[in-house]
């Protein structure tokens, strides 16, 4: 399967993970203009930007840039939606490095989603995926520690910390907090 013709849609019983749309922008503003939520966001690599959105001209040039990495191969960015109340309470992006085949995966959501209990799912259903979603050995993501319901959350779905570094880049960069799934 390559991703990059054809992204998926994935669910479980609580959650939908498909290809971000403009309608989502709306509810994706909540997510990315909430201030308690910006901590968990993971912007390593990524020239500074911290991923906070709080106008919805801002959300829809982000938007845009995310359609323009996916046309370019670089990464995916999904929409989590709640099946519960029918909304998208998140993102997660999938992101292969070449340098080492291990895959990045991203998950962002509203703060009052940042507990253990919505986590899980959330990483249940996509971390298992991602080698066949897009070729990589091991799937990273980062937890800092004060993220407690994060990191519990992961290693319930089966990773362990990661005790190396991660290279940004620009090779010069390198980052700390990440866990493995292998």
């Not at 990464?75 to 992101?95: H, Y």
Request: net charge negative; charged share 25%; proline share 3%.
């Amino acid at each position: 399967m390559n991703i990059y013709e054809n992204c998926p849609t994935l669910e479980n019983e609580n959650f939908v993970l498909r290809p971000v749309a403009k309608e989502d922008c709306e509810e994706l503003c909540a997510v990315y203009g909430d201030k308690n939520a910006l901590p968990f966001f993971n912007s390593d690599n990524c020239h500074g930007d911290n991923f906070y959105y709080a106008t919805t001209e801002r959300m829809q040039e982000a938007m845009k840039f995310w359609d323009y990495s996916y046309e370019n191969g670089w990464f995916v960015r999904m929409s989590i939606v709640d099946k519960a109340i029918s909304k998208v309470v998140g993102t997660v992006e999938l992101c292969l490095r070449e340098s080492d085949r291990k895959g990045i995966l991203r998950v962002d959501v509203r703060s009052d989603y940042e507990k253990q209990d919505k986590l899980v799912p959330i990483f249940a259903l996509i971390a298992p995926k991602m080698s066949e979603l897009i070729g990589c050995n091991d799937v990273l993501t980062k937890a800092p520690i004060y993220a407690v319901e994060r990191i519990e959350a992961i290693r319930q779905v089966g990773f362990a910390k990661y005790e190396h570094l991660i290279t940004g880049n620009d090779g010069k960069m390198v980052y700390d907090g990440y866990w493995v799934l292998g």
